[in-house]
């Protein structure tokens, strides 16, 4: 699943389509509408597959301002400071084995996984959390870093106008 973003009228082949999964999409469309809100208010269904988007003219001037927080290093400083957001959260409660490390369900069962893990093997316990009963906050399968906004830029750049479907 993904967010397949078209260019209407391009003028380049980096205008003609943007592709992020939704792991990449979520976190670049919310840096374009925190740093960016008078640019990308036009565009209501940034997080969607509605086909909203916005005008040539709209597109082309959101695509210089990214280029001029590129270049002035602000998009590198927005993905330092989302980083150690990110990586600042606590680990969560595994929702598979609810924590416990060890999962007793009918598949639990039959891969030995309701038995907590061998430290020597590495066989057993949860599959989810390799037996442990926490994993990585959900925020951090959600990436973002300045070279995939440099790609996006390229793409507005050339778009004449884009719909995300
Ligand atoms: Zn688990």
Redesign the pocket.
């Known amino acids: 699943m993904g967010m397949d973003v078209y260019g209407k009228a391009p003028t380049t082949d980096a205008g003609e389509y943007f592709r992020n999964n939704v792991w990449w999409w979520h976190p670049l469309a919310d840096f374009l509408l925190t740093t960016y809100p008078d640019l990308t208010e036009a565009c209501t269904y940034w997080h969607s597959n509605d086909g909203d988007g916005l005008d040539a003219a709209t597109s082309l001037a959101l695509a210089e301002a990214i280029e001029r927080d590129l270049a002035s290093g602000k998009v590198a400083e927005y993905a330092r400071r989302y980083e150690a957001e990110v990586g600042a959260l606590p680990d969560e409660e ?1 929702t ?2 609810r924590g416990a ?1 060890i ?1 007793t369900d009918a598949i639990g069962q039959e891969y030995g996984y309701d038995q907590p893990r061998d430290p020597d093997t590495g066989k057993g316990g ?1 599959n ?2 390799s037996g442990t ?1 926490r994993t990585p906050a959900w925020e951090t399968h959600y990436p973002f870093d300045a070279e995939n906004v440099k790609g996006f830029a390229a793409f507005l750049r050339g778009c004449g106008g884009f719909e995300i479907c």
């Open positions: 595994c598979i084995c490390g999962r949860c989810g959390c009963g």
